[in-house]
């Protein structure tokens, strides 16, 4: 089969952990001998899944198709999980474990969102300084490139690739985008939009590779992991707008132990309240407590 499609010297041959002896040694050694041309460039293994340390199998009972984990995850945020540890290791899997996946790809694509929305609404009159960057974010940038490059140099490792350098980078773009509201010279500004779109594009990039860039865009993708939030909370969006309502009017009668009491209450169920000015939104989160398992 494998010569058939991909004739008989092919780059990658993959398969679980537990095949490299007896299974995949028999093979090479089959393959070699029926034709010396065989060859195959490299050979990895996948580690297992676990489900609360025990290996996921149908027999034991504890087994889950990526249909039923999507139902209540967005794919994007199962694919977070999945690169969260070395692709040759075990991975464990666990309810909180996708809810801080969840949690970590909305942090990432609200800040992109934030940043294609700001560098959009910003009016630049000289296209000859809009390529100037900062000291700061070329380092960010360095910094981001050399350790994405050597960490999937070694072995496709990407266990640690969205920590480190990637959260400097979202950092860096936070940071900016606030300063970016603040009254400032033309060249200080185009200076920092430079920067922006510099390290935006990196970040991307990064993500890109992953396959964690949505081929749509960021607000649907968001809207997407709040749906998925609601359903997991039990509830639907109009539930949450009137506990907002509720808290508002309770803040308003000084009734703060109803208010923090309201914001309590949501936070257990993977809803988080932003108080921004008068107004009041909200964004799922990791449940407070230990969420129902699936």
């Not at 040759?88 to 666990?94: D, F, I, V």
């Not at 294609?116 to 630049?124: G, K, R």
Request: proline residues 3%.
């Amino acid at each position: 089969m494998s010569a058939r499609y991909l004739t008989f010297k092919f780059d990658i041959h993959g398969g679980g952990i537990d095949l490299i002896f007896p299974h995949h040694e028999n093979e090479i050694a089959q393959n070699r001998a029926a034709c010396q041309e065989s060859c195959v460039r490299y050979w990895m293994h996948n580690g297992h899944v676990t489900i609360n340390n025990e290996e996921m199998s149908k027999s034991s009972g504890n087994f889950l198709t990526i249909r039923q984990i999507t139902e209540r995850y967005h794919p994007l945020a199962l694919r977070h999980f999945l690169i969260s540890a070395h692709y040759r290791s075990p991975l464990n899997y666990s309810v909180m474990q996708l809810e801080s996946a969840s949690d970590s790809i909305f942090n990432i694509y609200q800040t992109l969102l934030d940043c294609e929305v700001a560098l959009f609404d910003v009016f630049q009159e000289d296209d000859g300084e809009k390529d100037r960057i900062s000291a700061r974010a070329q380092l960010c940038f360095k910094n981001l490139q050399d350790e994405f490059y050597a960490r999937m140099s070694d072995d496709l490792n990407t266990s640690h690739l969205l920590t480190g350098a990637f959260q400097d980078a979202l950092k860096f773009i936070n940071s900016h985008l606030n300063m970016l509201k603040k009254k400032q010279p033309k060249n200080q500004q185009l200076v920092m939009i430079g920067s922006l779109r510099k390290i935006e594009n990196k970040v991307k990039e990064v993500l890109k590779v992953l396959g964690l860039l949505p081929r749509s865009g960021f607000s649907q993708v968001l809207q997407q992991l709040k749906d998925k939030a609601l359903k997991r909370a039990g509830l639907v969006e109009a539930d949450v707008l009137f506990m907002i309502e509720k808290r508002t009017t309770a803040r308003k009668n000084k009734d703060f132990s109803m208010s923090d009491q309201i914001r309590a209450d949501l936070s257990t169920r993977g809803i988080a309240l932003m108080d921004v000015g008068n107004e009041t939104f909200w964004r799922p989160c990791v449940p407070v407590c230990n969420p129902t398992a699936l």
